[in-house]
Nanobody, 123 residues
Framework: VQLQASGGGLVQAGDSLRLSCAAS????????MGWFRQAPGKEREFVAS????????YYADSVKGRFTISRDNDKNTVWLQMNSLKPEDTAVYYC?????????????????WGQGTQVTVSS
């Protein structure tokens, strides 16, 4: 599985961005997908995840109510809509595929990763 993340950029606090992650492979619909982020000097942290059919979504408390994860299995794409961005949202954002199953919240439970896209929010 190959993942290509895009959509990052430099925005001001309060602005919105929409990240995209395009996946290769015909089995996209069988994978849970996740978004993580990593700020300089910090560990990679969970942001959001979505189950295979999009029926369930999960969010970190820090983004709940501001970010929305969605997917289109026909397009092999998952999105992260980010609204009301804050400077503390600044990080490299990664999309990831979970093949094995298990907890959605830990990077170690994901099997494939995209290259990351930089999001910078200025105050």
């Amino acid at each position: 599985v190959q993942l290509q993340a895009s959509g990052g950029g430099l925005v001001q606090a309060g602005d919105s961005l929409r990240l995209s992650c395009a996946a290769s492979g015909r089995t996209f619909s069988t994978y849970t997908m996740g978004w993580f982020r990593q700020a300089p000097g910090k560990e990679r942290e969970f942001v959001a995840s979505i189950t295979r059919n999009g029926g369930s979504t999960y969010y970190a408390d820090s983004v709940k109510g501001r970010f929305t994860i969605s997917r289109d299995n026909d397009k092999n794409t998952v999105w992260l809509q980010m609204n009301s961005l804050k400077p503390e949202d600044t990080a490299v954002y990664y999309c990831a595929v979970q093949v094995r199953g298990g907890s959605h919240y830990y990077p170690s439970r994901y099997d494939y990763w995209g290259q990351g896209t930089q999001v910078t929010v200025s105050s």
